[in-house]
């Protein structure tokens, strides 16, 4: 069974700082798309940041760029989300996700549907 497990949310203060982790067991996801997203209440799940390969193809959306950095160690099938100067509208749960992919497609998915495996999701809060 694959199973990815998120952890590092909590409750923060604007322009505070905090690191997820999602270390993902089961199978390998070496070279595979993974990614973070987030779910504010009442609205869509968004796509937030991820990473293509285990060295580079990153992407982020708009409202995080600068802020926000995503990292992965291949070594331990994990995924990270360093997270600066965050905002109230930051605030939501926050998932990884990750799926497998053939080498050819280069282009990182942003969308949801296109992810076969997801962690069960962290909350972040920021107050102001």
């Known amino acids: 069974q694959v199973q990815l497990v998120e952890s590092g949310g909590g409750l923060a203060q604007a322009g505070d700082s905090l690191r997820l982790s999602c270390a993902a067991s089961?199978?390998?996801?070496?070279?595979?798309?993974m990614a973070w997203f987030r779910q504010a209440p009442g609205k869509e799940r968004e796509f937030v940041a991820g990473m293509r390969w285990n060295n580079g193809g990153i992407n982020y959306v708009d409202s995080v760029k600068g802020r926000f950095t995503i990292s992965r160690d291949s070594a331990k099938n994990s995924v990270y989300l360093q997270m600066n100067s965050l905002k109230p509208e930051d605030t939501a749960v926050y998932y990884c996700?990750?799926?497998?992919?053939?080498?050819?497609?280069?282009?990182?998915?942003?969308?949801?549907?296109?992810?076969?495996?997801w962690g069960q999701g962290t909350q972040v809060t920021v107050s102001s």
């Open positions: 996700a990750a799926t497998p992919l053939p080498p050819v497609i280069f282009d990182l998915p942003q969308e949801g549907g296109k992810y076969a495996y």
């Open positions: 089961g199978r390998t996801f070496d070279n595979y798309p």
